[in-house]
């Protein structure tokens, strides 16, 4: 698995109008809602081409396909997700974690929205995700930086 940079890191919430009024309110953070929910997120902060506070039933229904989270689980607090280069590379990348003996939350798929995923949690709750979301690799790649120094007479 070659993963190329963290995609995502988001907080997973229980309360969705107190993650609101924290991150956005108070931080002043510019997150808007994403369509058909209340996930709030960015893509316009530095340092993580995504940012977003997820409540915790929109996770549950992404994971498992229910609006509670299972009684049997830790519940999350922070998901991440690191980008791979193609949505096979997800699917490899899911193989191999099961190989090496975790469990995914659910297998390699594609999200409406064009985002292929696997998941899995961590011991401490954390979910991981490892994804491949097109247009994060359309942007334009930072040029190398010119050194300029003295030039030699031909």
Known sequence: MKVLFIGSIGLITRDRSEGRRFFVDALGLPLGPAEGGDFLFSE?????????????SEAARACFGSESWPTDRPVPQVFVEFEVGSPASVARAASELESKGYTLLHASRKDPWGQTVARLQTEDGVIVGISYVPWMHRRAKPRARRVVGPRRRR
Do not use: C
Request: no cysteine.
């Open 44 to 56: 316009k902060l530095e340092g993580s081409r995504y940012f977003g506070v997820w409540p915790l």
